[in-house]
């Protein structure tokens, strides 16, 4: 008997867990987006006028920032789409794409900004601190109201966390640059501004590795963080009549949307309904995982205790059985059987 559980519950109070709607979130996205772009633009003429790197860096960051938003944005949009055709799960990775595509463009940016600021730590040109400080403390202001706007939306997504990340890397670069246009003002430290901007350089490699190593986790099935798939499937094994589980696989659709399926063998008379059932509930209440697939199976009769694997064919009416075969020769990943053994 075999039996194959789809539960439809693909988990949206998960992925939403602030109660923020989607429409919400592009609201808030929307809002930060409009200001960053107008201040951007004046930043970029007075980082050129004061010869200010630090500033420039900054409103290149602020590029990033708003290239951040839209494609989140359109992330956004095209993971509401519904599933059709080839496109199974819908476009929901879009998200995951336009994180990947947040940190790689933060770490990009850092290897340019770092280049730079070492050629000015050589060489300082003259730069003017009053109007470093004075722009400076006005991105300080924007920055923050934008942070504000992108942690009303719902950070549990990746995608989100992508630009926010943005954001506030940017907000420390700010203060940094705010420190630096000081110093030259004070002192006439001209490097103060190179020093600046490698203090944004080390922020944005930070949020970078962090987006790039989170989304390629997603792209790679890994186990969703803080889930350990062995010790779940040894939970798992140890209910009532389950003798075996492989081919156990946990993934995440996209944030907050994980995913599981598995191949469950059952006890000789055991009801594969009810233990499936049992195991679902499991599932969605002990690890939140509420989209699992699991083939249900009677392990086979004539299997003695050190061959739970071996489901023997159907013998046609009137001939002899044939000798049992391995049920699953290439199982993928580990072997769960209830005990200390694992193989």
């Given at each position: 008997m075999t039996e194959h559980a789809h539960s439809h519950g693909h988990g949206h109070s998960h992925s939403h867990s602030h109660g923020v709607s989607p429409d919400a979130d592009r609201r808030w996205l929307r809002a930060a987006l409009v200001l960053l772009t107008a201040y951007m633009a004046v930043e970029v003429v007075i980082g050129v006028v004061a010869q200010s790197l630090a500033l420039i860096s900054d409103a290149a960051h602020m590029l990033t920032d708003a290239v951040s938003i839209v494609l989140a944005l359109i992330a956004m949009r095209l993971s509401a789409r519904p599933a059709r055709g080839g496109y199974t799960y819908g476009l929901k990775r879009a998200e995951i794409l336009s994180a990947q595509a947040n940190g790689i463009t933060l770490l990009l940016l850092s290897v340019w900004l770092a280049y730079e600021a070492v050629q000015r730590l050589i060489s300082p040109p003259d730069v003017t601190g009053g109007l470093v400080l004075i722009?400076?403390?006005?991105?300080?202001?924007?920055?923050?109201?934008?942070?504000?706007?992108?942690?009303?939306?719902?950070?549990?997504?990746?995608?989100?966390e992508g630009a926010y990340q943005h954001i506030l890397t940017d907000l420390f670069g700010f203060v940094a640059t705010a420190v630096s246009g000081l110093v030259v003002l004070l002192t006439g430290f001209a490097q103060a501004d190179a020093i600046a901007t490698l203090v944004v350089v080390a922020l944005m490699l930070r949020a970078g590795t962090g987006l790039v190593r989170e989304s390629g986790r997603i792209f790679m099935e890994a186990a969703p963080a803080g889930i350990d798939p062995d010790a779940l499937g040894d939970h798992l094994v140890a209910e009532d009549e389950v003798v075996e589980i492989h081919d156990l696989h946990?993934?995440?659709?996209?944030?907050?949307?994980?995913?599981?399926?598995?191949?469950?063998?059952?006890?000789?008379?055991?009801?594969?309904?009810?233990?499936?059932?049992?195991?679902?509930?499991?599932?969605?209440?002990?690890?939140?995982?509420?989209?699992?697939?699991?083939q249900v199976d009677h392990v086979g009769e004539q299997g003695d205790a050190d061959?739970?694997?071996?489901?023997?064919?159907?013998?046609?009416?009137?001939?002899?059985?044939?000798p049992a075969a391995d049920h699953c020769e290439n199982a993928h990943g580990p072997v769960h059987r209830p005990g200390p053994h694992r193989h």
């Amino acid at each position: 008997m075999t039996e194959h559980a789809h539960s439809h519950g693909h988990g949206h109070s998960h992925s939403h867990s602030h109660g923020v709607s989607p429409d919400a979130d592009r609201r808030w996205l929307r809002a930060a987006l409009v200001l960053l772009t107008a201040y951007m633009a004046v930043e970029v003429v007075i980082g050129v006028v004061a010869q200010s790197l630090a500033l420039i860096s900054d409103a290149a960051h602020m590029l990033t920032d708003a290239v951040s938003i839209v494609l989140a944005l359109i992330a956004m949009r095209l993971s509401a789409r519904p599933a059709r055709g080839g496109y199974t799960y819908g476009l929901k990775r879009a998200e995951i794409l336009s994180a990947q595509a947040n940190g790689i463009t933060l770490l990009l940016l850092s290897v340019w900004l770092a280049y730079e600021a070492v050629q000015r730590l050589i060489s300082p040109p003259d730069v003017t601190g009053g109007l470093v400080l004075i722009t400076a403390l006005s991105g300080i202001v924007v920055n923050l109201i934008c942070t504000w706007l992108l942690s009303k939306a719902n950070r549990s997504s990746l995608n989100v966390e992508g630009a926010y990340q943005h954001i506030l890397t940017d907000l420390f670069g700010f203060v940094a640059t705010a420190v630096s246009g000081l110093v030259v003002l004070l002192t006439g430290f001209a490097q103060a501004d190179a020093i600046a901007t490698l203090v944004v350089v080390a922020l944005m490699l930070r949020a970078g590795t962090g987006l790039v190593r989170e989304s390629g986790r997603i792209f790679m099935e890994a186990a969703p963080a803080g889930i350990d798939p062995d010790a779940l499937g040894d939970h798992l094994v140890a209910e009532d009549e389950v003798v075996e589980i492989h081919d156990l696989h946990i993934w995440l659709i996209t944030s907050g949307h994980p995913a599981l399926s598995a191949h469950i063998l059952v006890a000789p008379g055991g009801d594969c309904h009810k233990v499936r059932r049992n195991l679902q509930e499991l599932l969605s209440g002990e690890y939140g995982i509420t989209h699992a697939t699991l083939q249900v199976d009677h392990v086979g009769e004539q299997g003695d205790a050190d061959e739970v694997l071996t489901l023997g064919p159907r013998p046609a009416p009137g001939t002899a059985p044939e000798p049992a075969a391995d049920h699953c020769e290439n199982a993928h990943g580990p072997v769960h059987r209830p005990g200390p053994h694992r193989h």
